[in-house]
Structures are given as C-alpha cells and as structure tokens.
C-alpha cells in the first residue's frame, strides 16, 4: 500500500516540534513548557531506554547554573559529586592540576542518564507535556517555507500522523533524520579523524582516586574517572575500529595497571567490566546549524569526542539559547533565532580547539611518532610548570560562562 503523502495526512497543530528526547531536546521542552510555548516531543526510543543509555557524565559549573536558574537542576546539585582537580600520570609519576583554584569553576560527576532521567520527569509527569516515544519513520517537510511541518508513523496504531509547526528543533543526534537533511541540503560538515580508538569500560569497583586521573603513556592513553562509589569509568586507547572482543578482562586490568601505575599511587582496585564497548575519536561540525525553520542543536551539530567531556555541555549550551531565542519569538524579538547558529559555533569552534589540542597531548606519546611524543611531552611539561599555560588550559577545561 502507498502510504499517504504529508499534506493528505490530517495535521496537529503546535508551534515548536522538537525531534530528540536528550539533554538538548528535553531542555528546550523544559524551558518552553515554564514559558507556555506549546511544543511536542518526538523520540524514537522508548523511555525505559533513554533512561539508561550510557553517555558521558561531567558537567561543567556555567551549565549547572544555567539550569538551576531554570528549576531543572535541584536532583543534579543534590546528588551530583564536584571535582575540583584532575590527575597527569606521566614518565612515573603523578602530577596533580588544581583546575579550580585557577578558573575558580568545578565539575559535577552526573551521568548523562541520571540528567534525561530528571528532565524526562520533570517534563512530562510533573509538566504533564507532550512527549511521544517510540516513534517511526520521522520526516521534517517544507523546511524552507513559514509552515513546515513533522511526519511519523505512531507505534501503537501503526498511523501516520503530521505536527504542522512554525519552527523544528532538531536534537535527534549524529544519526537522526534533521542532521541528515541539512547535509543534504547544503549544510558543510568539518570533520577530524583522530585516527584511535577509547575502550570505554564500567567497572563494578570503587575509585582508586578522587579525581579523574589521566594515564600519558607509550602503550596508550589511559584514564580513570569516577562515576559512583561502586562504580568507575575507565578508558584505554585502542586502535580505531576494534573489537570489544580482543579485549578479555585479563587484557584490560594488565593495561590498565600498566598505563596508570606511577609510584606513590593506590592501586588499582578491580572488579567485574559492566560495559566494554569502542568509541572512535573522530569531532565535526556543521555549518550552519538552521536551515530554513529547522534549528539544530547537541550532537545533530556537532560531535566533540569524549576527549574532553564537551558533547553535554555543548548539548546543553545550544538548548539554553535555542529555548530563549523561540521564547523571544513569541515576544516580537527574532533576534535570538537569528543569531543562534554564530552563537553556538563560536563556542562549538572553541571547545573543538580544545579537544585537538587535548587529544595530541594524550595521544601524541602512543602515535610512533618521535616528534608528536616529544611535541606532546613539551606540552604537558608546559602545562604544568608554567602559570600562564596552566591559567589558560584551566580556563579551556571548564568551560567559560554561560551569558544568556
């Protein structure tokens, strides 16, 4: 059977249609719903597992309080642990970096799950919205005219329905359908391949540090970071592309000690791996991130690898601005929506900097290169010796404060 074209299709009517149920997508479904904008969400996962997708966990101080203005904070503050240093692990020994006591700013540990888990509650039980998971077969039309509009097949009914809107905002991720149309329609994509691969591991043990430690070392980045009092994440390079399977949980605990053991440190404490899986280190951007009414935000614009843990804290930084630009709106004030995609890529251009610059300081010993070792090993040296570097990679480390 030929399934009916969207203009045949009965429409719904609702100014904002946001496309995505993550950090990005459930912040703007907040902040509109506080500001009595209608909107709808469309997710194509279930809730249950949106809930429990493992994602990064470190959110910087600016987006914790830009959220807590919002009420969109107070189970993050309450359970969130804050970091105020991290650890280099370096030819033997350990170099403590106090980043806080330079940037005056901290980090919270709050896996990204617990947050979607906040928001998702926040919006749809306690703000009774409108939140439709388990979609299908999403399409964005008419994109380029001031009545563009949603199509999705209903999962329950197998329906196919359509949200005529007057504005998309596209936080479905680097796989989802609005990502996909700006490129097709003319949006530029940069992107860097860092040629490694990051075993990310979940470990049922304790931290063996009170900090995220950062193991620099001729067999690979390593890394440690805490996640609960039970649990750690650990990270150790790999060669892009492979398999979880090459990786038994002897392997794994042999290079962890190998690449995080200096003198003077607590040994590691091991336990079952709960999760083994491997990411590729490869950023993008796309440029620009509107096209037509369809605005987009988190990672359907840009990817920062977990080098750095930017992805949430730029998720969460184009959520900020997107909601108050269609809040503006509502206002007289279009501003905001003009100036969205500058905003954002200004500050999506500057933590990407950050994570090359980052990722060839950690990279750089492990690449079979002399010169990017010893480039990297001057870095690192700098970093920690001289006051107006550790000020300025401090200052990049945590991110620069939110002014919307």
Known sequence: MTSPTPASIPAEQVPVVIIGAGPAGLTVANILRDA????????????????????????????????????????LVERAQAHHECEFRFEGARHRFEYAKLSGDRHFVYPQPLLVTDLV???????????????????????DTDRPS?????????????????????????????????SAHGGRIARRDHGVGWLALLAEAPPSSDCVVFGIHPRGFGAHMARS??????????????????WPHERVWSELHARLAVDGAPPLAEGPLIEKRVLDMHNYVVEPMVYG????????????????????????????????????????????????????????????????????????????????????????????????????????????????
Not at 60 to 65: L, P, Q, S, T
């Open 121 to 143: 509650r926040a919006y749809a039980d306690t703000k009774e919205g409108d939140i439709r998971f388990g979609v299908r077969d999403v399409e964005v039309h008419d994109i």
């Open 150 to 182: 949603v199509s999705y097949t209903d999962p329950e009914s197998g329906e196919h329905r359509r949200i005529a809107c007057a504005f998309i905002a596209g936080c479905d991720g680097a796989r989802g359908v609005t990502r996909t149309y700006v």
């Open 229 to 246: 009092p039970q649990v750690t994440r650990y990270y150790l390079e790999c060669p892009s592309g492979d398999d979880p399977a090459n």
């Open 293 to 404: 009414r369809l605005f987009l935000a988190g990672d359907a614009a840009h990817l920062v690898a977990p080098i750095a843990a930017k992805g949430m804290n730029l998720a969460v930084h184009d959520a900020l601005l997107l909601a108050d630009a269609l809040v503006a709106y509502g206002s007289g004030d279009d501003s905001g929506l003009r100036g969205y995609s500058a905003a954002c890529l200004r500050r999506a251009w500057e933590y990407q900097e950050f994570s090359q610059w980052f990722a060839e300081l950690l990279h750089g010993p492990s690449s079979g290169d002399p010169f990017r070792a010893g480039s990297a090993g001057a870095r690192l040296r700098r970093l920690l010796d001289a006051p107006g570097a550790a000020a300025a990679f401090a200052e990049s480390y945590i991110g620069k404060a939110f002014t919307g």
């Open 36 to 75: 009595s904008v209608d909107c709808v969400v469309l997710e194509t996962e279930s809730r249950t597992f949106i809930e429990q997708r493992p994602r990064a966990g470190f959110i910087e101080e600016w987006a914790v309080r830009a959220l807590r203005r919002r009420g969109l904070a107070d189970r």
